[in-house]
Structure formats: structure tokens, C-alpha cells
T-cell receptor, first 114, second 110 residues
């Protein structure tokens, strides 16, 4: 059974803190993605990676960075958390090639920045 | 204009009803189309792909109209378990990234 796991389900941080969100997949997928999901705005792509050490900006990369040192792990970093980064963060992975349209999502991390 | 637009609903329908959702996309170069389903407080999961000729998967039928740039999802004989948010998803370009609509919420009642 395919699996994407995220380090925390709920996280509360203070403004200005550095925040790390970790995502691990066990499917040997090349592609990994970070989204945030907000009411009325849907899923928005922050960053994605199609290989180890490779990264591409998504639609809303400002205020975020990512790291992919190993194929199975993709980290999202908020360098200095702000209240407008309070959101549900979802990680996903997919294989390369024709099956790339099927993204497998983790359960999400609900981040609150106070 | 949003790249993928959906009516947010909610669509409230009785069990056994037929319900249809539409979705429009703005980029005529979009190549591939999908419906994902997201249950309340859960992650999205692929429901089905949408082919130009239309395709069926049990009670679910997906259609694509490239000329008008819209995609539809028809659910027949609705079940309580169909209650969820349905996300219209578009793939444009060669990269593996997808663009998600904001979703249409369906509530099936007794």
C-alpha cells in the first residue's frame, strides 16, 4: 500500500520562528510536491521537485524554501513564520512518466502561526 | 481569471439522485484532465481521468469538451458515501505538476 507521511498533523508556532515540515514517501517516486490548502482558494502549489537536489518554484513560493537531499524525503521550510502562513500543508508524490498525473497525498499538517 | 474554475456548491441531493458538476479551464493548451475526490478532513485522491471521448467508471461518468474548455462529472444513483468535495484537475505542459480547482462540495442526504 502506497504511503506518504508527514511529520506532524498539527503544529503551532510563533511569528518569526523557523518551521520545518517533513514529508516521506515509500513508493520510490521521483516527483514530490508541497501544497497549501485554504478555504476558497483550494490547493496551491508552493514548490515541487522532480529529482534529488532538484527543485522548482510553484505558484506561491514566497516565504518558503525546500530541501530534497534523499529521494524519499522532501522538506518545506518557513524561514520566518508569519500569521498569513497559517494553513493546511499537504505533501504529495508521483512517479515520472505517463502515471505522473496520479499524485499521492499525505494526511496534511495543519499549521497555526500565532 | 483562475486557471481552473468550479462552482463551490454545496450541492445537496437525496440518495439515489443524479448530480452533475462542471468545471472550466482557461488554458487551451491543457492536455490532461482528472477528477480527484477529497473527503472531509482527508487528503485528495484520484477519482478518475477524463478522456476526450468520455469515460465511465461504475456510477461515475466524466466528459471533456475541448472546444468550450469544460469538463463534467456525472454521478448516478448517489450514495451517502459520495458526500465529499470533488476537485477538477488539469495538467498543462510537460512538467508533472497539476492545477487543482477549488472543488465542488456534494452532500448526499437520506
Amino acid at each position: 500500500d502506497v504511503k506518504v507521511t508527514q511529520s506532524s498533523r498539527y503544529l503551532v508556532k510563533r511569528t518569526g520562528e523557523k518551521v520545518f515540515l517533513e514529508c516521506v514517501q515509500d513508493m520510490d517516486h521521483e516527483n514530490m510536491f508541497w501544497y497549501r490548502q485554504d478555504p476558497g482558494l483550494g490547493l496551491r502549489l508552493i514548490y515541487f521537485s522532480y529529482d534529488v537536489k532538484m527543485k522548482e518554484k510553484g505558484d506561491i513560493p514566497e516565504g518558503y524554501s525546500v530541501s530534497r537531499e534523499k529521494k524519499e524525503r522532501f522538506s518545506l521550510i518557513l524561514e520566518s513564520a508569519s500569521t498569513n502562513q497559517t494553513s493546511m500543508y499537504l505533501c504529495a508524490s508521483s512517479p515520472h512518466g505517463v502515471a505522473a498525473y496520479e499524485q499521492y497525498f499525505g494526511p496534511g499538517t495543519r499549521l497555526t502561526v500565532t | 481569471r483562475k486557471e481552473v474554475e468550479q462552482d463551490p456548491g454545496p450541492f445537496n441531493v437525496p440518495e439515489g439522485a443524479t448530480v452533475a458538476f462542471n468545471c472550466t479551464y482557461s488554458n487551451s493548451a491543457s492536455q490532461s484532465f482528472f477528477w480527484y475526490r477529497q473527503d472531509c478532513r482527508k487528503e485528495p485522491k484520484l477519482l478518475m481521468s477524463v478522456y476526450s471521448s468520455g469515460n465511465e467508471d461504475g456510477r461515475f461518468t466524466a466528459q471533456l469538451n475541448r472546444a468550450s474548455q469544460y469538463i463534467s462529472l456525472l454521478i448516478r444513483d448517489s450514495k451517502l458515501s459520495d458526500s465529499a468535495t470533488y476537485l477538477c484537475v488539469v495538467k498543462t505542459g510537460t512538467a508533472s505538476k497539476l492545477t487543482f480547482g477549488t472543488g465542488t462540495r456534494l452532500q448526499v442526504t437520506l
